[in-house]
Each structure stands twice: as C-alpha cells, then as structure tokens.
C-alpha cells in the first residue's frame, strides 16, 4: 500500500490550498482516511478524518475553514483549506485506516502572514 500526497506549498494569509492524497495497491479498501499535521516543535494532530461512508470529523482549530472528502472508486481523499492562518504551518500527513494506520510522505504547507 502506497500513499501519494500532493498540494502543498506557500501562501498568504488568508488564502486557499487543496491537499490529495491517492492510496493505492491491489484491492486496498480502506475503512477511513484522513489528514494529520506535524508543526515544528509540536506533536502531530489529527486535522480531519472521513470514513468510507463520509462521516466526518474536525480538529476544532479548523471547522469552518477546512473541508475534507474522498473519492471511494479512486480510493483518494482531499482537504479543501480556505481561510489559511500562519498557524496551519505544518507538514500534513495523510492516511488511512485499515487493518492499521498507513501513511503518506508528508507535503508541506506553508501560510506567510
């Protein structure tokens, strides 16, 4: 099982990014899938997770500003982030849940004030 993160990068306070994330290998069907982030200096969090049936959770730091979704028949989740704050500065990891948590490489983001 391979995780391919993508849709990081640099902007400005107050803008926007979409992160993808496309999990593949043979038949891999994973019950959840999500976005974790990891600041410098902090531990990593838990940003948002949505199941196979897209019940949704956020971390409170990002209701209302972040969206998360996920394409079943391409077994790809993605996080719609609007409203970007210096404090959203992280590397952002996806993942999903199976018979364990699998992970992405990480892309990171990066919100200049």
């Known amino acids: 099982v391979q995780l391919q993160a993508s849709g990081g990068g640099l902007v400005q306070t107050g803008g926007s990014l979409r992160l993808s994330c496309a999990a593949s290998?043979?038949?891999?069907?994973?019950?959840?899938m999500g976005w974790y982030r990891q600041a410098p200096g902090k531990q990593r969090e838990l940003v948002a997770s949505?199941?196979?049936?897209?019940?949704?959770t956020y971390a409170e730091s990002v209701k209302g500003r972040f969206t998360i979704s996920r394409d079943n028949a391409k077994n790809t989740v993605y996080l719609q982030m609007n409203s970007l704050e210096p404090e959203d500065t992280a590397v952002y990891y996806c993942?999903?849940?199976?018979?364990?948590?699998?992970w992405g490489q990480g892309t990171l983001v990066t919100v200049s004030s």
């Open positions: 949505i199941s196979r049936f897209s019940i949704t």
């Open positions: 290998g043979g038949t891999f069907r994973p019950n959840v």
């Open positions: 993942t999903a849940v199976l018979d364990k948590y699998y």
